[in-house]
């Protein structure tokens, strides 16, 4: 198998796993939210490890939605209202966490018509960029707590995705086809594997602190 292909088989690997375990956590947690949207990330890394191995058109199109829905709607809202709960005591009902989902899965069908193709990357990119604002706010609230190395931590998460998000569309690493390791794939996989671990930590962190002062 060509050294290439298995970096970035170690990445989806590492994000389908993390994905998936921490998916769990949330759930136990009750936020609901957030661990579907891990989920969607597992299964989204799993989908591309598969169409890398037999670049099957069908496993394409999952790939294609299921990485759009993430970058357009299942980080800058889903995971943002799920990180919510606690920064403002927002208690989504059943009913608001479905259409939470159904209705950026709609929106997402849309975004991938012929219609919006050279529109589509500038709106990832926004869309992308309100998640990173909105993690800085939640940095900020973490350090007001005293929890200032989960807050550091989560404004390595902000600016390391931020960076993966302009390159996606934006920037090529020169000779990427040819990078072994330093390839966009496998950076991009770890830095978003890093994301769904620190916001957990960081998560429970804020939860434990806001019990301790009594809020």
């Known amino acids: 198998m060509d050294p290439r292909l298995i970096c970035i088989c170690i ?8 994905g998936f375990y921490y998916g769990v956590k949330f759930c136990k947690l009750k936020n609901y939210l957030i661990g579907v949207e891990w989920f969607l990330l ?10 890398e191995l037999n670049h099957s058109p069908i496993n394409y199109l999952g790939v294609e939605f299921l990485d759009t ?3 357009a709607f299942g980080l800058p809202i889903v995971t943002v209202a799920g990180l919510m709960v606690l ?24 975004l991938l018509t012929s219609y919006m193709a050279n529109d589509l990357k500038y709106i990832l990119l926004f869309m992308w960029s309100i998640f990173t604002i909105y993690l800085a706010y939640f940095a900020y609230v973490l350090h007001k707590y005293g929890e200032k190395r989960h807050a550091f931590g989560v ?8 960076t993966i998000a302009y390159m996606y569309d934006f920037y090529k690493i020169p000779g990427d086809a040819a990078n072994v390791v330093m390839n966009f794939y496998t950076i991009a996989l770890f830095v978003w594997s890093y994301l769904t671990i620190q916001i957990y930590y960081s998560y429970c962190a804020l939860q434990r602190a806001m019990e301790q002062r009594g809020r």
Request: aromatic residues 10%; proline residues 4%; glycine residues 2%.
């Open 42 to 51: 597992a299964t989204s890394s799993t989908n591309f490890m598969i169409y």
């Open 11 to 18: 990445g989806t690997i590492a994000l389908a796993a993390s």
């Open 87 to 110: 920064t403002h005591r927002y208690r989504p009902s059943i009913r608001a966490d479905l259409l939470l989902f159904v209705v950026p899965s709609l929106a997402t069908l849309a």
């Open 69 to 71: 829905f993430s970058r």
């Open 155 to 162: 404004i390595i998460a902000a600016i390391t995705n931020q």
